[in-house]
C-alpha cells in the first residue's frame, strides 16, 4: 500500500534559516503528493501538490517541495523561516488510480526560534 | 477560509452517547471525506461519498456511520461513544473522486467524550 514517511516529529530553526521538512513515499507507481499545514487549532491548509506536470513545485507562503523519482523523496523548503511558519506539516499521498484517499504521514511539528 | 464548513466545533458528551457531526463541502464539490486526527493514531481516513454513493472506506469503527445527502452536506454518526473516541474529526471536499484535484479540509469538530 501507498505510504509517506515524515522524518524527523520535531524540527526547530532559527528565524531566517532554511527550513527543510523531510517525506519519503513508498509506491509503486506514480502518486500525487501533498505538503498540508496545520496552524494550531485551525484546520489543514494545503501548501502545495505535486501532480506529474513538473518536479520542482511552488506552494503558498515561500514553500516549495522537489519529487525525486530516484530518492523516493517529495522534501518540503523554505529559504528562509519566519515565526509565522511554526505550525505541523503533513505529507500526504493519492496513489494515482485509486480511490483518492490521503494517506498522511505523522507529521512534523516545525519551532521556528527567534 | 477552505470553504468547507462543519459544526458543531467542540462537542462535549459522555460514553455511550450519539452525536452527529455536520458538513457543507465546498460549493460545487460532490466528494465527501472524513478523517479522525488523534494524538495516538495521527490522521486516519474514515470514509469517502461521491455524488451520495459511499465510494471508499477506511478505518472506521462499525459504531460510526456517515451519509451524503441530495444537497451534498454529509453527516458522521458516532454512536456508543468510548473515551478513546475522543478526537478532532475532519470532513473534506473536492471536485471529483478522482485525479490530482486538491481535497480542501474544514476546520475540524472537536469531540471530547468524558
Known amino acids: 500500500a501507498q505510504s509517506v514517511t515524515q522524518l524527523g516529529s520535531h524540527v526547530s530553526v532559527s528565524e531566517g534559516a532554511l527550513v527543510l521538512l523531510r517525506c519519503n513515499y513508498s509506491s509503486s507507481v506514480p502518486p500525487y503528493l501533498f505538503w498540508y499545514v496545520q496552524y494550531p487549532n485551525q484546520g489543514l491548509q494545503l501548501l502545495l501538490k505535486y501532480t506529474s506536470a513538473a518536479t520542482l513545485v511552488k506552494g503558498i507562503n515561500g514553500f516549495e517541495a522537489e519529487f525525486k523519482k530516484s530518492e523516493t523523496s517529495f522534501h518540503l523548503t523554505k529559504p528562509s523561516a519566519h515565526m509565522s511558519d511554526a505550525a505541523e506539516y503533513f505529507c500526504?499521498?493519492?496513489?494515482?488510480?485509486?480511490?483518492?484517499?490521503?494517506?498522511f504521514g505523522s507529521g512534523t511539528q516545525l519551532t521556528v526560534l527567534p | 477560509d477552505s470553504g468547507v464548513t462543519q459544526t458543531p466545533k467542540h462537542l462535549i458528551t459522555a460514553t455511550g452517547q450519539r452525536v452527529t457531526l455536520r458538513c457543507s463541502p465546498r460549493s460545487g464539490d460532490l466528494s465527501v471525506y472524513w478523517y479522525q486526527q488523534s494524538l495516538d493514531q495521527g490522521l486516519q481516513f474514515l470514509i469517502q461519498?461521491?455524488?451520495?454513493?459511499?465510494?471508499a472506506k477506511g478505518n472506521i469503527l462499525e459504531r460510526f456511520s456517515a451519509q451524503q445527502f441530495p444537497d451534498l452536506h454529509s453527516e458522521l454518526n458516532l454512536s456508543s461513544l468510548e473515551l478513546g473516541d475522543s478526537a478532532l474529526y475532519f470532513c473534506?471536499?473536492?471536485?471529483?473522486?478522482?485525479?490530482?484535484?486538491?481535497?480542501?479540509f474544514g476546520e475540524g469538530s472537536w469531540l471530547t467524550v468524558v
Open positions: 473534506a471536499s473536492s471536485v471529483d473522486g478522482g485525479g490530482g484535484n486538491t481535497i480542501y
Open positions: 461519498y461521491y455524488n451520495g454513493e459511499e465510494r
Open positions: 500526504a499521498v493519492i496513489k494515482s488510480g485509486s480511490a483518492r484517499q490521503l494517506t
